[in-house]
T-cell receptor
Framework: EAGVTQFPSHSVIEKGQTVTLRCDPI?????LYWYRRVMGKEIKFLLH????????ESGMPNNRFLAERTGGTYSTLKVQPAELEDSGVYFC????????????FGSGTRLTVV | QKEVEQDPGPLSVPEGAIVSLNCTYS??????FMWYRQYSRKGPELLMY????GNKEDGRFTAQVDKSSKYISLFIRDSQPSDSATYLC?????????FGTGTSLTVIP
């Protein structure tokens, strides 16, 4: 089966600009998660979709971040306007509805805000 | 206090050595315990998971959990150069995973 696909793999933008990250989960996976790793820190939870519904968005840093999952398939994470501290690697992961112990991660989008 | 503490290393060992990677966690409510392996420029890949205290073995890898001391370990026997990667421990509470910072491992041929 195809894995979790994320694009772009890299993005360099200027402070104040807008960036949209996209994640295509494994087909049929109801659960979709966004995580972020800031340099030198641990991977941290951002939010969780079950199909098209936001189940938990407690990890979203602030209202400059907007995630959507229209139709319960792919998801986008928009950062607007981007700040320097938003730099990091953004991971998407997906799992079947009943998976308890692990997700399948994408390769991540490396975002650099300059 | 971080939910999961992990020594970042780096750790460098000769091929064939036994590797021990360790984490501690803070919340006794954490349930599932996982080890992920991450190669450079790739996403984390699930290596092993366990729910209870004790050992779980899979080939050259053994995961160990001690809930009484909130301690998680991963042992790699007969380490290979292909094992060179960053290893992340993780725990789960609800639908959120909590990761350690990862330990960078290099196995020298």
């Amino acid at each position: 089966e195809a894995g979790v696909t994320q694009f772009p793999s890299h993005s360099v933008i200027e402070k104040g600009q807008t960036v949209t990250l996209r994640c295509d989960p494994i087909s049929g996976h109801d659960n979709l998660y966004w995580y972020r790793r800031v340099m030198g820190k641990e991977i941290k939870f951002l939010l969780h979709f079950v199909k098209e519904s936001k189940q938990d968005e407690s990890g979203m840093p602030n209202n400059r971040f907007l995630a959507e999952r229209t139709g319960g398939t792919y998801s986008t994470l928009k950062v607007q306007p981007a700040e320097l501290e938003d730099s990091g690697v953004y991971f998407c992961a997906s799992s079947p509805r009943d998976r308890q112990y692990g997700y399948t991660f994408g390769s991540g989008t490396r975002l650099t805000v300059v | 206090q971080k939910e999961v503490e992990q020594d970042p290393g780096p750790l460098s060992v000769p091929e064939g050595a036994i590797v021990s990677l360790n984490c501690t966690y803070s919340n006794s409510a954490f349930q599932y315990f996982m080890w992920y392996r991450q190669y450079s420029r790739k996403g984390p890949e699930l290596l092993m998971y366990t729910y209870s205290s004790g050992n779980k073995e899979d080939g050259r890898f053994t995961a160990q959990v001690d809930k009484s001391s909130k301690y998680i370990s991963l042992f790699i026997r007969d380490s290979q150069p292909s094992d060179s990667a960053t290893y992340l421990c993780a725990t789960r509470l609800g639908n959120q995973f909590y990761f350690g910072t990862g330990t960078s491992l290099t196995v020298i041929p």
